[in-house]
């Protein structure tokens, strides 16, 4: 499985806001934001020449990095979007959202979106009863994702449950008790708190 292996608080640094990336460190004084509140690299105080171009690049390249998908992943779920009935902005943002690994990290199993696909590669993470080991497998309404009975276990999994105060969404139903999530409805654009402006990915990847 391709994915992205480098320093991830380089990538929040780089679009200068924080994408939550590193679970409970990014809401202390250890985030990188909050230290170095400027893009990396030596050019990184230097002036940016703004542009049209630039504005939907940063768009895509956040909602890519939040999300934990790689560009060829990125297009082909465009191509997709695109070819459903809808708006294709928020189609994409709707499948970005059913994605397992996704979901795991909603429903507050895993502290971030790459500690949750850990999880499904591990066989930690079942839907409708069968283990899933595909982190971008697509949810549809009706299925319930759960933990293993070892995944239940673990401390890691547990103190996440215990502390993380996160809501889950409203088109998710949580059942802590169970270990258990049932995907109510497919989600709807003012349920999905990510802060990407999909226009403007649509007007790049529209030229």
């Not at 320093?7 to 170095?36: S, Y």
């Not at 949810?139 to 401390?155: E, F, H, N, P, Y």
């Not at 088109?171 to 226009?199: G, S």
Request: hydrophobic share 35%.
């Amino acid at each position: 499985m391709a994915r992205y292996t480098g320093p991830v608080c380089r990538l929040c640094r780089r679009e200068r806001m924080k994408l939550f990336l590193k679970g409970a460190k990014c809401d202390t004084m250890k985030c990188a934001i909050e230290r170095h509140p400027y893009p990396p690299g030596i050019h990184g105080r230097g002036r940016i020449r703004e542009s049209e171009y630039l504005f939907q690049l940063r768009e895509k390249q956040k909602a890519r990095r939040i999300y934990g998908v790689l560009e060829k992943q990125f297009r082909n779920l465009y191509a997709e979007a695109a070819r459903d009935k809808g708006i294709t902005g928020e189609n994409l943002l709707r499948m970005l959202e059913q994605r397992l690994d996704n979901v795991v990290f909603r429903a507050n199993f895993a502290a971030s979106r790459n500690q949750a696909r850990q999880f499904v590669r591990h066989g930690h993470v079942t839907v409708n009863g069968k283990r899933v080991t595909i982190p971008s497998y697509k949810l549809r309404k009706g299925d319930v994702v759960g933990l293993s009975t070892k995944a239940q276990a673990m401390i890691v999994v547990r103190h996440n449950l215990d502390t993380l105060d996160r809501t889950v969404p409203m088109w998710l139903e949580a059942n802590n008790a169970d270990h258990k999530v049932t995907v109510r409805d497919l989600p709807l654009r003012d349920q999905i708190d990510v802060p990407v402006r999909e226009q403007l990915i649509v007007e790049l990847y529209s030229k």
